[in-house]
């Protein structure tokens, strides 16, 4: 279950990511409760998210080709140096009491240029850090780091926000990343192929990835149930200071709560993926995720209960971690090292990029309808993926 461990790059690269991601969910949650608090409006959580993630669909394909010809160590140190610099201004301004939501806009949408290079290339670093035949258990692992930061992080946030207000948040997340730019600096001799050279100018590179993870049916596949999974299953998470606040009536230690029960389920879930001895089958624990989900989607749309909306929020992780890191592993095991940078540049843009599109007609809707309402809606748009896409997913 932990032979990626045993390899000290990874380690490094494992515990530090650990730390900084603790900091970002407690920024993420505290980001939320911020925006909601200035402005009362879920179409506003909505639109930050969009903002926030837009860059990473705009510049995917472009970003995709600059990993691919890039030095993967070097370019991730840039983004994590870059992403600490951010954290720490949105601290400065919340601590000086001059933070507005314009503030919050201009932030978020340079955090998303940040992170439309930086995913893709950590997607591909954890994959160089470790022989192949332990990527799928990097990969793995790595989920559960990031939904066991997911249970620290938000539970740190509600605590954090309750007695010393959003900024304490963020400038935790500004310190954070030390430890993850010390991690990646000590690391040695990460087996990395030499950058290729580019074999014709951005827009034939990009067209080049396009027609290579498109004509691949297996791929072209994955990424088609990631899209649905984006506009229409994960935007539930942007909705959650709506059910804390106005349908739990549990405020900001129920907001953190029911973010860390999500992230608990995840981590389960993540490390039974880790568990696996290859990666055969993910397309079948896509399908199985998929409807999942629309289990625990319909369940969060009914409770009016906060112990009830934990355990179902418990299982949106468990399920959702399933599709995901599935996801994840089929495209890097299915794609060819000169492609591999592209295609999971696709993976961000459809998995990051696209579910704030869904997270803003979430936002608006359910401003209109009610959060619960909405939430319904998305519960019948994830149980017809899977039962659209289930027979072809489980032929990957």
């Given at each position: 279950m932990?032979?990626a461990?045993s390899?000290?790059?990874?380690?490094l690269f494992?515990?530090g990511?650990?730390v900084s991601?603790?900091?970002s969910w407690?920024?993420?949650?505290?980001?939320?409760?911020?925006?909601?608090r200035l402005?009362r409006?879920p179409l506003?959580?909505?639109l930050?998210a969009?903002?926030?993630?837009?860059?990473v669909?705009?510049?995917?394909?472009y970003a995709?080709?600059?990993?691919?010809h890039?030095?993967?160590?070097?370019?991730v140190?840039?983004?994590?140096?870059?992403?600490m610099?951010?954290?720490?201004?949105l601290a400065?301004?919340?601590?000086g009491?001059?933070?507005?939501?314009?503030?919050?806009?201009?932030?978020?949408?340079g955090?998303g240029?940040?992170n439309?290079?930086?995913?893709?290339?950590?997607?591909?670093l954890i994959?160089?850090?470790v022989?192949?035949?332990h990527?799928?258990n990097?990969?793995?692992?790595n989920?559960?780091?990031?939904?066991?930061s997911r249970?620290?992080?938000?539970?740190?946030a509600?605590?954090?926000?309750?007695?010393?207000g959003e900024?304490?948040c963020?400038?935790f997340n500004?310190v954070s990343y030390?430890?993850?730019?010390?991690a990646?600096?000590?690391?040695?001799?990460?087996r990395?192929p030499?950058?290729?050279?580019?074999?014709?100018?951005?827009w034939?590179e990009?067209g080049?990835?396009m027609a290579y993870?498109?004509?691949h049916e297996?791929?072209?596949l994955v990424?088609?149930?990631?899209t649905?999974?984006?506009?229409?299953?994960?935007p539930v998470?942007?909705?959650?200071?709506?059910?804390a606040?106005?349908v739990?009536?549990s405020?900001?230690?129920?907001?953190g709560?029911l973010s860390s029960?999500?992230?608990?389920g995840?981590?389960?879930g993540?490390?039974?993926?880790a568990?696996?001895?290859?990666?055969?089958?993910?397309?079948?624990?896509?399908?199985?995720g998929?409807?999942?989900?629309?289990v625990?989607?319909?369940?969060m749309?009914?409770s009016r209960?906060f112990g009830?909306?934990?355990?179902f929020?418990?299982?949106m992780g468990w399920?959702?971690?399933?599709?995901?890191?599935g996801?994840?592993t089929?495209?890097?095991?299915l794609?060819?090292?000169?492609h591999?940078?592209?295609v999971m540049?696709f993976?961000?843009?459809i998995?990051i990029?696209?579910?704030?599109?869904?997270?803003?007609?979430a936002?608006g809707v359910a401003?209109?309808?009610?959060?619960a309402?909405?939430?319904?809606?998305?519960a019948?748009?994830?149980?017809?993926?899977?039962a659209?896409y289930g027979?072809r997913?489980?032929?990957?």
């Amino acid at each position: 279950m932990f032979a990626a461990l045993s390899h000290r790059n990874f380690r490094l690269f494992f515990f530090g990511q650990f730390v900084s991601l603790t900091g970002s969910w407690m920024q993420n949650t505290a980001q939320a409760w911020l925006i909601y608090r200035l402005t009362r409006d879920p179409l506003m959580l909505g639109l930050v998210a969009l903002v926030a993630q837009l860059p990473v669909l705009v510049l995917g394909f472009y970003a995709g080709f600059a990993v691919d010809h890039a030095d993967h160590l070097r370019l991730v140190k840039r983004t994590q140096f870059l992403a600490m610099i951010q954290a720490a201004l949105l601290a400065l301004l919340t601590w000086g009491g001059q933070i507005e939501v314009w503030h919050v806009f201009a932030l978020s949408l340079g955090l998303g240029v940040v992170n439309a290079f930086d995913m893709p290339a950590r997607q591909v670093l954890i994959g160089e850090l470790v022989p192949v035949e332990h990527r799928h258990n990097a990969i793995a692992l790595n989920s559960t780091i990031v939904n066991a930061s997911r249970i620290v992080g938000p539970a740190l946030a509600g605590l954090a926000i309750a007695y010393a207000g959003e900024a304490g948040c963020f400038a935790f997340n500004a310190v954070s990343y030390v430890a993850v730019l010390f991690a990646l600096k000590a690391m040695r001799h990460v087996r990395q192929p030499p950058p290729s050279e580019p074999r014709g100018g951005p827009w034939r590179e990009i067209g080049d990835g396009m027609a290579y993870a498109f004509g691949h049916e297996p791929i072209r596949l994955v990424l088609m149930a990631l899209t649905v999974v984006g506009l229409v299953g994960l935007p539930v998470y942007t909705l959650m200071p709506v059910f804390a606040e106005d349908v739990l009536h549990s405020g900001a230690k129920g907001l953190g709560i029911l973010s860390s029960f999500s992230g608990a389920g995840a981590m389960i879930g993540a490390l039974a993926l880790a568990g696996r001895r290859g990666a055969a089958g993910m397309g079948a624990e896509m399908v199985s995720g998929s409807a999942g989900m629309a289990v625990a989607l319909a369940g969060m749309a009914w409770s009016r209960h906060f112990g009830a909306s934990c355990f179902f929020m418990a299982l949106m992780g468990w399920f959702a971690i399933r599709v995901l890191a599935g996801a994840n592993t089929a495209l890097q095991e299915l794609s060819d090292d000169r492609h591999r940078g592209r295609v999971m540049s696709f993976y961000s843009m459809i998995f990051i990029g696209l579910s704030p599109v869904g997270s803003f007609v979430a936002g608006g809707v359910a401003s209109r309808i009610g959060a619960a309402w909405t939430t319904a809606g998305m519960a019948v748009g994830m149980a017809a993926l899977a039962a659209g896409y289930g027979k072809r997913l489980r032929s990957i």
